[in-house]
C-alpha cells in the first residue's frame, strides 16, 4: 500500500525557515517523480514544485522560486522541501504527491502537514 | 501568467447530472495538457478521479467521466449522489514541467 507521511509543519515567523519531509513507502521511491502541493486556509490546490527521480530536474511554482528548494534523498524514501525566506502568504497545508509514472497526474497523496507563518 | 478557469460553484439534484469545466484564460484545453481531475472533502487529502483527459483512476465509479468539450476539459458526473458534494479541481500540464491547478469547483448536491 502506497504511503506519504508529511512531517515538519509548523508556526514560523515571517522570514523564517522550515524543513518538510515526506516518508514515502509501498512502491520503489526512486522511480517516481515526487511533487509538492499546498492549500492556503480555506483556498483552492497550488502546484508548488516537482522533482525527477534523480533530482537532476526541478521545477517551482514562480511565488516561490529563489526561496524553497526540493529534494530527495532515495536512500531513505524521502522527500524534502527547504522553505526560506517565509512570508505570510505561504501559509498552507503542503501535501506531498506522487506522479504516476507514464502520465502527467498525481496518482497519491499524502495527507499534508500544515505551515502557519506569523508574528 | 495563466490562469486556469473553473466554475466557482455548481448545484446539481441527486440522480442528476452534470458537468463541470476546467478552461484557459487565454487559448484553449486539449489533450495536450492532460488534463486530470481531483475531488476533494474539508480536511481531507484530495482524491485521484480523472487523468489523461478522461480515464478513471482506480476504484473510482464510472458514473464519472472526463472529456473535452469544446475549448475546455470537463467533468462529467452522472446520477449525482449525496456524497458527490465536494470540492473539484482540474489540473493542467503547460509543459516544461510546470502544472497549474484551476481555482476548483464547490458541488452542492441538493
Known amino acids: 500500500e502506497v504511503q506519504l507521511v508529511e512531517s515538519g509543519g509548523g508556526l514560523v515567523q515571517p522570514g523564517g525557515s522550515l524543513r518538510l519531509s515526506c516518508a514515502a513507502s509501498?512502491?520503489?521511491?526512486?522511480?517516481?517523480?515526487m511533487g509538492w502541493v499546498r492549500q492556503a486556509p480555506g483556498k483552492g490546490l497550488e502546484w508548488v514544485a516537482n522533482?525527477?527521480?534523480?533530482?537532476?530536474?526541478?521545477y517551482y511554482v514562480d511565488s516561490v522560486k529563489g526561496r524553497f528548494t526540493i529534494s530527495r534523498d532515495n536512500a531513505k524514501n524521502s522527500l524534502y522541501l527547504q522553505m526560506n525566506s517565509l512570508r505570510a502568504e505561504d501559509t498552507a497545508v503542503y501535501y506531498c504527491?506522487?506522479?504516476?509514472?507514464?502520465?502527467?497526474?498525481?496518482?497519491?497523496w499524502g495527507q499534508g502537514t500544515l505551515v502557519t507563518v506569523s508574528s | 501568467q495563466t490562469v486556469v478557469t473553473q466554475e466557482p460553484s455548481f448545484s446539481v439534484s441527486p440522480g442528476g447530472t452534470v458537468t463541470l469545466t476546467c478552461g484557459l484564460s487565454?487559448?484553449?484545453?486539449?489533450?495536450?495538457?492532460?488534463p486530470s481531475w481531483y475531488q476533494q472533502t474539508p480536511g481531507q487529502a484530495p482524491r485521484t478521479l480523472i487523468y489523461?483527459?478522461?480515464t478513471r483512476s482506480s476504484g473510482v465509479p464510472d458514473r464519472f467521466s472526463g472529456s473535452i468539450l469544446g475549448n475546455k476539459a470537463a467533468l462529467t458526473i452522472t446520477g449525482a449522489q449525496a456524497d458527490d458534494e465536494s470540492d473539484y479541481y482540474c489540473?493542467?500540464?503547460?509543459?516544461?514541467?510546470?502544472?497549474?491547478f484551476g481555482g476548483g469547483t464547490k458541488l452542492t448536491v441538493l
Open positions: 504527491a506522487k506522479r504516476s509514472l507514464t502520465r502527467y497526474y498525481f496518482d497519491y
Open positions: 509501498g512502491f520503489t521511491f526512486s522511480t517516481y517523480w
Open positions: 489523461n483527459t478522461n
Open positions: 487565454s487559448g484553449s484545453v486539449s489533450t495536450s495538457y492532460y
Open positions: 489540473v493542467l500540464y503547460m509543459g516544461s514541467g510546470i502544472w497549474v
Open positions: 522533482i525527477k527521480q534523480d533530482g537532476s530536474e526541478k
